[in-house]
């Protein structure tokens, strides 16, 4: 399927616009999103799915080690099971975590295709060929909800038949607060690239789709987390000088090619964009190599980062309601490259703010003055605090100020960015008070190597779409290709992780 631009800024008047690109324009434009609420949902859900995996299924590849570290002798065998056995793992971890991130990705459109076929079947048996029975896929909208209850009770229940187990001791508690925070990024990664494919299919709820101007949305979520999760965890944040503009170009140089790369074959096999989501020719590559190049120039100690970032936020959002809102949501284009690509360059104020006081975040929480790792509990009930804090920040912002808006990345899509994101990580914090929880295999192999993870979902998602037009796609075939998809950038991350690959880009 070809991504169309707005129809107020690309459209031709003078030209005949065909039924299908008609059709597609308006399949991803005029989103509003979703609510707060859902979102929050959402947002509890997903970690909760890979905390009951640790909580499960967390002995396959430890048994299989021990198994074959009593067979020294014979290495043929140890090494035909050791490879059986991580294949089990990854294959019980694909099942466990990302299957049922697909399927609340899709408003369990499997469960709806299933009871819709049923329904059917049983008026046709009954005679009632005839009538036209209209089942909608909105009617699952409440499965969010009753998801969210379903997880947090078998959670609940986990801990009480656990209580008396054996608990972490503190050493492992420090090595865990690093395990949780790639956990996080490994699972903000899974949402992504799930749902940068699913976005092109009827399955995806176009509440969870980017949003036009203002809104909530889950892919709005992603675009920040994405910065978030680097700023989180980045050479700042751990107390490490910052490098020149030299370094910080070439640090940077893959990013920006990977943004004129997907400009000129988007280009080049008439791929079109949605031109409002951020320009003519930006693209988000562009926007992280601009907030890299930005944190590299401005040199601020991640002790003041967290101050500066909430200045560089107020200000922008001075900015934005002094006029400059309506500038970047206007459909008016000049010629120059600024005024081409406004959303994009702008943002990127917006997008550093949050990357700074992510920069802070992460130091306090997880660094010590001197870079060593924080205590597992502390880190803990401060992320919790963070987390309420910024929720009802977003709340009063969203209600008083302006509504969260991803095209501008204002203040209250910044606190929102903020609020979600903790909230998954105290989640997955949680995991402390649940004896025996272990980072799944899955996990690790995408951790090991997180952004080829993500350029292969992107190139697969471009084949997808040049291959098929996914708008078209009936439900079950639809989610098929995306179970499939995400089979494939599994396993794609699971072979270099067994053959200890690493990916380096810079």
Same mark, same amino acid.
């Given at each position: 399927?070809?991504?169309?631009?707005n129809?107020?800024?690309?459209?031709?008047?003078?030209?005949?616009?065909?039924?299908?690109?008609?059709?597609?324009g308006?399949?991803?434009?005029?989103?509003?999103?979703?609510?707060?609420?859902?979102?929050?949902?959402?947002s509890?859900l997903?970690?909760?799915?890979?905390?009951?995996?640790?909580?499960?299924?967390?002995?396959?590849?430890?048994?299989?080690?021990?198994?074959?570290?009593?067979?020294?002798?014979?290495?043929?065998?140890?090494?035909?099971r050791?490879?059986?056995?991580?294949?089990?793992?990854?294959i019980?971890?694909f099942?466990?975590?990302?299957?049922?991130?697909t399927?609340l990705?899709?408003?369990?459109?499997?469960?709806?295709?299933?009871?819709?076929?049923?329904?059917?079947?049983c008026?046709?048996?009954?005679?009632?060929?005839?009538?036209?029975y209209?089942?909608?896929?909105?009617?699952?909208?409440?499965?969010?909800?009753?998801?969210?209850v379903?997880?947090?009770?078998?959670?609940?229940?986990?801990?009480?038949?656990?209580?008396?187990?054996?608990?972490?001791?503190?050493?492992d508690?420090l090595?865990?607060?690093?395990?949780?925070?790639?956990?996080?990024?490994?699972?903000?990664m899974?949402?992504?690239?799930?749902?940068?494919?699913?976005?092109?299919?009827?399955i995806?709820?176009?509440?969870?789709?980017?949003?036009?101007?203002?809104?909530?949305?889950?892919?709005?979520?992603g675009?920040g987390?994405?910065?978030?999760?680097?700023?989180?965890?980045?050479?700042?944040?751990?107390?490490i000088s910052?490098?020149?503009?030299?370094?910080a170009?070439s640090?940077?140089?893959?990013?920006?090619?990977?943004?004129?790369?997907?400009?000129?074959?988007?280009?080049?096999?008439d791929?079109?964009?949605h031109?409002?989501?951020?320009?003519?020719?930006?693209?988000?590559?562009?926007?992280?190599?601009?907030?890299?190049?930005?944190?590299?120039v401005?040199?601020?100690?991640?002790?003041y980062c967290?101050?500066?970032?909430?200045?560089v936020?107020?200000?922008?959002?001075v900015?934005?309601?002094?006029?400059?809102?309506?500038?970047?949501?206007?459909?008016?284009?000049?010629?120059?490259?600024?005024?081409?690509?406004?959303?994009?360059?702008?943002?990127?104020?917006?997008?550093w703010?949050?990357?700074?006081?992510?920069?802070?975040?992460?130091?306090?929480?997880?660094?010590?003055?001197?870079?060593?790792?924080?205590?597992n509990?502390?880190?803990t009930?401060q992320?919790?605090?963070?987390?309420i804090?910024?929720?009802?920040?977003?709340?009063?912002?969203? @209600?008083?100020? &302006?509504?969260?808006?991803? *095209?501008?990345?204002?203040?209250?899509? =910044?606190?929102l960015? %903020?609020? #979600?994101? /903790?909230?998954?990580?105290?989640?997955?914090?949680?995991?402390?008070?649940?004896?025996g929880?272990?980072? @799944?295999?899955? &996990?690790?192999?995408?951790? *090991?190597?997180?952004?080829?993870?993500f =350029?292969?979902?992107? %190139?697969? #998602?471009? /084949?997808?779409?040049?291959?098929?037009?996914?708008?078209?796609?009936?439900?079950?075939?639809?989610l098929?290709i995306?179970i499939?998809?995400?089979?494939?950038i599994?396993?794609?991350?699971?072979?270099?992780?067994?053959?200890?690959?690493?990916?380096?880009?810079?």
């Amino acid at each position: 399927m070809k991504k169309v631009a707005n129809n107020k800024e690309s459209e031709d008047p003078t030209r005949t616009v065909p039924a299908e690109s008609s059709l597609i324009g308006k399949f991803v434009s005029n989103l509003s999103g979703s609510s707060v609420l859902e979102l929050f949902v959402l947002s509890a859900l997903f970690p909760m799915v890979i905390l009951l995996r640790h909580t499960f299924g967390i002995c396959e590849i430890d048994h299989v080690t021990n198994e074959t570290a009593s067979k020294k002798k014979d290495t043929s065998k140890v090494s035909l099971r050791n490879q059986r056995g991580y294949i089990i793992t990854m294959i019980v971890d694909f099942l466990s975590i990302v299957l049922p991130m697909t399927l609340l990705c899709t408003n369990f459109v499997l469960l709806y295709v299933c009871i819709k076929r049923v329904i059917m079947f049983c008026y046709l048996k009954r005679g009632y060929g005839r009538y036209q029975y209209n089942f909608k896929c909105q009617v699952f909208a409440e499965w969010t909800y009753v998801s969210g209850v379903v997880f947090i009770l078998v959670l609940l229940f986990s801990v009480a038949s656990k209580r008396h187990g054996s608990s972490r001791d503190q050493e492992d508690g420090l090595y865990s607060l690093r395990d949780y925070v790639s956990t996080y990024r490994v699972s903000m990664m899974l949402i992504t690239c799930i749902c940068i494919l699913a976005v092109d299919f009827k399955i995806f709820p176009r509440r969870y789709a980017k949003t036009e101007t203002y809104g909530t949305s889950l892919m709005d979520v992603g675009v920040g987390a994405f910065v978030f999760a680097n700023s989180f965890v980045s050479r700042q944040a751990r107390g490490i000088s910052t490098m020149g503009l030299r370094s910080a170009l070439s640090s940077t140089s893959p990013l920006l090619f990977l943004g004129f790369a997907r400009l000129v074959s988007t280009t080049g096999v008439d791929y079109q964009v949605h031109v409002g989501e951020y320009g003519v020719h930006w693209n988000f590559f562009f926007t992280l190599a601009g907030v890299a190049v930005l944190t590299s120039v401005i040199n601020v100690s991640p002790k003041y980062c967290g101050l500066v970032g909430s200045l560089v936020s107020i200000g922008y959002q001075v900015c934005l309601m002094s006029g400059l809102n309506s500038y970047l949501l206007s459909a008016e284009r000049g010629s120059d490259i600024i005024s081409q690509n406004k959303e994009g360059i702008y943002s990127i104020f917006g997008y550093w703010g949050l990357h700074l006081i992510g920069v802070w975040l992460g130091n306090n929480l997880l660094f010590g003055k001197d870079g060593s790792l924080r205590t597992n509990r502390w880190a803990t009930k401060q992320v919790w605090i963070l987390c309420i804090f910024f929720w009802c920040l977003t709340l009063i912002l969203d @209600s008083y100020v &302006e509504r969260p808006s991803r *095209r501008m990345c204002n203040l209250t899509y =910044i606190t929102l960015i %903020l609020a #979600t994101n /903790l909230e998954m990580l105290a989640i997955l914090m949680l995991s402390d008070y649940i004896p025996g929880g272990k980072v @799944s295999l899955l &996990e690790q192999a995408i951790n *090991r190597n997180l952004l080829a993870f993500f =350029i292969v979902a992107n %190139l697969f #998602t471009g /084949l997808v779409n040049l291959s098929m037009d996914t708008l078209f796609v009936s439900p079950f075939p639809a989610l098929l290709i995306l179970i499939i998809y995400c089979f494939i950038i599994c396993a794609a991350a699971a072979y270099a992780d067994y053959n200890v690959f690493k990916f380096k880009f810079w």
